[in-house]
T-cell receptor, first 111, second 112 residues
Framework: EDKVVQSPLSLVVHEGDTVTLNCSYE??????LLWYKQEKKAPTFLFML????IEKKSGRLSSILDKKELFSILNITATQTGDSAVYLC???????????FGKGTRLHILP | NAGVTQTPKFQVLKTGQSMTLQCAQD?????MYWYRQDPGMGLRLIYY???????DKGEVPNGYNVSRLNKREFSLRLESAAPSQTSVYFC???????????FGPGTRLTVL
């Protein structure tokens, strides 16, 4: 059975800290891995990763994929209170068009 | 473009009542999805439709039915609502060959 596991499930840090969120997966016919940020409403897209070892970066956020070890990490440096959100990891498969989500990591940044 | 729209935004039902959640997208996407999100559970796939005229079960299909009325619209029906179906429901769509999903704003459903 395909599955996506995120850790930790929740994390509380102080503003300015650096955090690393983890996503591991076991799927057949892997196509890509997606990261989303969800605040109070619908998820918003952050990154798509398809190739191992190539870092995607957007401001203070970056992500990398390891297709051999079947995981991805999302790094946030110099965190701000606006980074408080649930971060979702999802895997897209080539088979039957499904997208499998992890349970998310709830990140809370203390001022 | 409105993107993905969902109606209603909020709904309260009594146990046993039925209702249909509506979803429409104007991006000409082939694939559409219905998810439910409960606290601490992430997004769980209820049903999805890879193209007009086809629908498939996801992780948690029991208690729901769907209709892909045309390419734009994908509705989710609860025939006999139960308190366990209290949740936030998201509709999403995706273009064939692309990875990113676009989400609607969600429907918050409470079943008493």
């Amino acid at each position: 059975e395909d599955k996506v596991v995120q850790s930790p499930l929740s994390l509380v840090v102080h503003e300015g800290d650096t955090v690393t969120l983890n996503c591991s997966y076991e799927v057949t016919n892997f196509r890509s891995l997606l990261w989303y940020k969800q605040e109070k409403k619908a998820p918003t897209f952050l990154f798509m990763l398809t190739s191992s070892g190539i870092e995607k970066k957007s401001g203070r956020l970056s992500s990398i994929l390891d297709k051999k070890e079947l995981f991805s990490i999302l790094n946030i440096t110099a965190t701000q209170t606006g980074d408080s959100a649930v971060y979702l990891c999802a895997v897209v498969t080539n088979r039957d068009d499904k997208i499998i989500f992890g349970k998310g990591t709830r990140l809370h940044i203390l001022p | 473009n409105a993107g993905v729209t969902q109606t209603p935004k909020f709904q309260v039902l009594k146990t046993g009542q039925s209702m249909t959640l509506q979803c429409a997208q104007d991006m000409n996407h082939n694939s559409m999805y219905w998810y439910r999100q409960d606290p601490g559970m992430g997004l769980r796939l209820i049903y999805y439709s890879a193209s007009e005229g086809t629908t498939d079960k996801g992780e948690v299909p029991n208690g729901y039915n769907v209709s892909r009325l045309n390419k734009r619209e994908f509705s989710l029906r609860l025939e006999s609502a139960a308190p366990s179906q209290t949740s936030v429901y998201f509709c999403a769509s995706r273009a064939r060959g692309y990875n990113e999903q676009f989400f609607g704003p969600g429907t918050r459903l409470t079943v008493l």
